[in-house]
């Protein structure tokens, strides 16, 4: 289980944030829009009271990450 706010930090430095505009951007897309999408499909469980993400695995994407690292070269 990770807080929203660990997982906002880690995105905000894998995606170069330099300002507080950029980190809460992040914040609000990951809240509002991307969490609540991989929670609809089951991808995680994602508690909008106590923002919290647990993920517990899901092979198929698990799969896809894998092939698009290789293809890539990309190490997310």
Known sequence: MVKLRELVDWVAGQEEAHNSDQYESIAIALHHTHLPKLAEHEVLDYDV????????????????????????????
């Not at 647990?54 to 997310?76: F, K, P």
């Open 49 to 76: 009271r106590s923002r919290t993400v647990r993920y517990h695995g899901h092979s198929a994407l698990e799969q896809l990450v894998t092939l698009y690292t290789e293809i890539s070269g990309d190490g997310l």
